[in-house]
């Protein structure tokens, strides 16, 4: 089975300083790992996703995550927030086993970036 | 164009009522996904088309019923819905299935779904 976990519901940071969201995941094989942004009323878009390689991704507006297999994270970066990177935000894995190509989701995390 | 497009935007329905919700893409794309999302919840898969054949169907009430008329369209059918079925019903498409996972998933904009 396949599992994803985002242990923060809300995080909070002011505008300009670095921000984190955290992802750890589970899988039986090889995971691919991604993270999805969704503002209020849209669907998700995607930001990053780890297949194989160099374990530091970089994706989209900015974003970057590092992927950690001895930690089984995922976390998400970016090194300057701005207020636009509020909104919600979503980790996925798959694993390359049993379940290739049924995503399992976190259950998000909302990002607010106060000025 | 790297756009899915969702009609519509917002549905709203009685319980008697039957609908259907449509999905494009021009991308070439070989699987297309059904998803359901409540406020602040995860998109909870409810279908999965590969290459125009229903491959994964997520036991999903027979009240939904999707089809796949071409590689380009989705349809969602509703009939005899529940108000608990309100939510955001998410069109996504993925170049295939069949490379092992690693594809990644557009998403549409979404259809805001009201059950009377």
């Known amino acids: 089975a396949q599992s994803v976990a985002q242990p923060e519901d809300q995080v909070n940071v002011a505008e300009g300083n670095p921000l ?8 039986s094989g090889n995971p691919y790992l991604f993270w999805y942004v969704q503002y209020p009323n849209r669907g998700l878009q995607f930001l990053l996703k780890y297949i194989t390689g160099d374990n530091l991704v970089k994706g989209s507006y900015g974003f970057e995550a590092e992927f950690n297999k001895s930690q089984t994270s995922f976390h998400l970066k970016k090194p300057s927030a701005l207020v636009s990177d509020s909104a919600l935000y979503f980790c996925a894995v798959r694993d390359t086993g049993t379940n290739a190509g049924k995503s399992t989701f976190g259950d998000g995390t909302t990002l607010t970036v106060k000025p | 164009d790297t756009e899915v497009t969702q009609t519509p935007k917002h549905l709203v329905m009685g319980m008697t009522n039957k609908k259907s919700l449509k ?72 170049p295939t299935r069949l490379a092992g996972g690693a594809d990644t998933q557009y998403f549409g904009p979404g259809t805001r779904l009201t059950v009377l």
């Open chain 2, 23 to 94: 999905c494009e893409q021009h991308m070439g794309h070989r699987a297309m996904y059904w998803y359901k999302q409540k406020a602040k919840k995860p998109p909870e898969l409810m279908f999965v088309y590969s290459y125009e054949k229903l491959s994964i169907n997520e036991s999903v009430p027979s009240r939904f019923s999707p089809e796949c008329p071409n590689s380009s369209l989705l349809n969602l059918h509703l009939h005899a819905l529940q108000p608990e079925d309100s939510a955001l019903y998410l069109c996504a498409s993925s």
């Open chain 1, 20 to 27: 984190t969201v955290k992802c750890t995941y589970s899988v």
